[in-house]
C-alpha cells in the first residue's frame, strides 16, 4: 500500500530534519515533507471517496 511507503518515508524524513546541522539542507528535507504530506493527504482521501463511490460498468 503506498499510504504506508509515504508515511514511513515521512518519518525518516522528520528524524533527519532534526537531526540535521545545516540549515539549507533543512529546508530542502523540510521541502520534501510538505510535499510528501500533501501526497498522503491526497491519497488517503481518494481512498476515502473510493468507498463512496460505485465502479464504472463498461457496456
Excluded: G, H, R, W
Excluded at 22 to 35: A, P
Excluded at 50 to 59: I, K, N, Q
Amino acid at each position: 500500500m503506498p499510504i504506508l511507503l509515504i508515511y514511513k518515508e515521512l518519518n525518516q524524513l522528520v528524524d533527519e530534519y532534526y537531526k540535521c546541522p545545516d540549515m539549507q539542507i533543512k529546508e530542502l528535507i523540510l521541502t520534501d515533507l510538505k510535499l510528501l504530506t500533501e501526497v498522503l493527504l491526497l491519497l488517503a482521501a481518494s481512498e476515502s471517496n473510493s468507498e463512496f463511490t460505485l465502479p464504472l460498468e463498461s457496456d
